[in-house]
């Protein structure tokens, strides 16, 4: 499982001193007013014209002497994909970002999740406001300090632009907030691989909904909190935490100490139903109960040789869920199937299969990220039955191999049933569009850069990014954990 955890060197350089409170970055530095001490010496534009050094546009005297031209690296840099020279560094296009902000944390965090909040759907406006939780991954010897981080995230302001126009209303002002995260922080004993948040709706709707996480640790129990306090700390004055509202509310221990990594909220039970697989290959089923009790199926699923690296539940079937492996294979389970065995079963990648998302818009459509950098989409409706006569193996509707490094985490648009995320380990966030099709004329290549595929939307680096998310209030803003903390980012493409 190293793919997903940092070792100590990497953990130690990314960590911030013990005990500081993550703190967010700005939007890089800014540039001061520029004076032209010349702005006096020509009298209309008529009188400016293009001259180089021998009074001659340089384009110009550089047709006539090719020799003598500027040497420019006409060559496409293409992050993730070319390396750069000693003492290069990345700079991202502020043009081509809506909304990009970086915020550190005390430890890197593999896995988070984003929040939906009573702050309204399609929200267009700024300083947008984000709630998520994020489970850390202290260093080697320092497994104590790890902590399960519930945030607001704040102020989160829209790039600046060239207005043309000195004057700044007051909405203006507002806009460029200057960001702020806020964490109250639940002490946990050991790594958290995965972290997942569940929401059930009060009886009475004046009141904030039950916030549940669920945290896959590395120890291989499962840690169920209520954070809804917590949440509510943010927005209450004077509201206090008690250390026991800071303990879990259940520990799931099926697993038996074997660690995982897949771990999964139904979005159809309304009171809360989780599905968790391990390093065995072993998956279990967990409800809640009236109450507030919980009960989980004694007999695990079975069927993978190998680890369950990724479990989905269908948005549409509520005893339906789908499960990814290192065997390479993608299943289809039923819990009402008493022999507990997959409902579906093909192999598609001859590699670890790590993540894997289910389109909420086009519940037939399945992604999935693959070990050697390939993801594809896969139309369930083409996958033959158990014991079918039809033995041809079905064939993704789309396969991409851009990126060169694992795929750490993929997810469908949450309103757009074209669009998919992409995290790899090429430190690269990337965003397609698989309704753009071949043109017979043209080859894979994007603008005569090569193997650029016309899908690709944007590409977005990222140090060491192993999550990303969109928000499913803001359309086309996404959050992505990495080595060094997260990034909220929303770009011109989506």
């Known amino acids: 499982m190293g793919k997903r955890v940092a070792d100590a060197a990497d953990a130690e350089q990314t960590a911030l001193k013990q005990g500081e409170r993550p703190q967010a970055l700005g939007n890089g530095d800014e540039l001061g007013d520029f004076e032209d001490e010349f702005e006096d010496e020509y009298e209309s534009e008529d009188e400016i014209f293009e001259a180089g050094v021998d009074g001659r546009p340089d384009a ?76 850390t991954q202290a260093q080697a010897g320092r497994e104590k300090e790890n902590e399960l981080m519930v945030m607001k995230l704040s102020g989160l302001s829209r ?110 039970w309304p009171q809360g139903k989780l599905v968790t697989g391990d ?17 989980t199926d004694s007999r695990p699923f079975t069927g993978h040789e190998s680890s369950v690296e990724e479990l989905q539940w269908s948005p549409s079937e509520n005893s339906v869920f789908s499960s990814a492996s290192s065997d390479g294979t993608v299943k289809v389970w039923d819990t009402r199937s008493k022999s507990h065995r997959p409902g579906l079963s093909v192999q598609v990648s001859n590699v670890d299969v790590n993540v894997m998302s289910w389109s909420h818009q086009t519940t037939h459509l399945l992604a999935t990220g693959a070990d050697d950098g390939g993801w594809a989409v896969w139309d369930l409706r083409t996958w033959p039955k158990p014991n079918s006569t039809n033995s041809i193996k079905p064939s993704p509707i789309a396969n991409f191999k851009f990126h060169k490094e694992q795929i750490t985490s993929i997810e469908w648009h949450p309103t757009n049933n074209s ?5 790899a380990g090429d430190n690269t966030v990337t965003q397609w569009d698989i309704s753009v099709e071949f043109d017979d004329e043209e080859s894979k290549d994007t603008g005569g850069v090569q193997d650029v595929p016309p899908q690709l939307l944007f590409v977005h680096y990222m140090e060491d990014v192993k999550e990303c998310h969109w928000h499913p209030q803001i359309p086309g803003c996404v959050m992505a954990s990495g080595g060094a903390g997260f990034g909220v980012f929303k770009t011109i493409s989506v």
């Open 60 to 135: 110009e005297r550089e047709a006539e002497d090719p020799k003598d031209a500027m040497d420019v690296d006409q060559q496409t840099f293409i992050v993730g994909r070319n390396k750069l020279g000693a003492g290069e560094t990345l700079a991202p296009d502020p043009s081509t970002y809506d909304m990009l902000h970086n915020l550190t944390s005390t430890w890197p965090c593999l896995s988070f999740d984003i929040l939906r909040d009573d702050l309204g759907d399609d929200r267009k406006t700024y300083p947008a406001t984000i709630y998520a939780v994020a489970g």
């Open 159 to 268: 790039m600046e632009r060239d207005q043309g126009d000195d004057s700044e209303d007051e909405d203006d002002d507002e806009e460029n907030a200057d960001p702020i995260l806020e964490s109250k922080a639940i002490p946990l004993s050991s790594t958290t691989n995965r972290i997942r948040a569940h929401q059930t709706p009060q009886p009475d709707s004046s009141k904030p909904p039950t916030t549940l996480t669920a945290t896959m640790t590395e120890s291989g129990q499962v840690l169920i909190h209520d954070v809804t306090p917590h949440l509510s700390s943010f927005d209450i004055p004077g509201t206090h935490i008690t250390t026991n509202q800071s303990k879990p509310i259940s520990t799931l221990r099926m697993h038996r100490a074997t660690e995982g990594y897949a771990l999964g909220w139904s979005p159809l």
């Open 279 to 295: 390093n065995n290959g072993n998956i279990y089923v967990t409800s809640r109960h009236e109450g507030g009790s919980w009960a």
């Open 419 to 423: 669009t998919v995320a992409v995290a």
